[in-house]
């Protein structure tokens, strides 16, 4: 699942943050949980997730000790609305990733 269109104007590694997050939207993802699925360095990450959080596109709580990032409601894809896969998609389905 991708985000809605309109947040994907966005910088590279904060699009990637958002599309990790809303492939998991009721468990959110730690910062290594993101780590791993976001390709960008750690201070790249950290300035994307800190102005993803600015914009209140992200929400951040603390459970158990460790942070877990979620995406707001408002980057979800409408259930109407048709994303076409990327290449990339295209290929991680047909060697199974």
Do not use: C, N, W
Not at 4 to 23: F, I, Q
Not at 34 to 61: P, T, Y
Request: aromatic residues 4%.
């Amino acid at each position: 699942m991708h985000v809605k269109p309109e947040y994907r104007d966005r910088p590279e590694t904060e699009v990637a943050v958002l599309d990790a997050l809303v492939d998991r939207p009721s468990e959110g993802m730690t910062l290594f949980e993101l780590r791993s699925h976001v390709d960008a360095s750690i201070d790249d990450l950290e300035d994307a997730l800190g102005a993803l959080k600015a914009d209140d596109l992200i929400d951040a709580e603390e459970t158990d000790g460790r942070t877990v990032f979620t995406a707001d409601d408002r980057v979800f894809p409408d259930g109407d609305e048709q994303t076409e896969p990327s290449i990339l998609d295209e290929l991680r389905r047909r060697i199974g990733l």
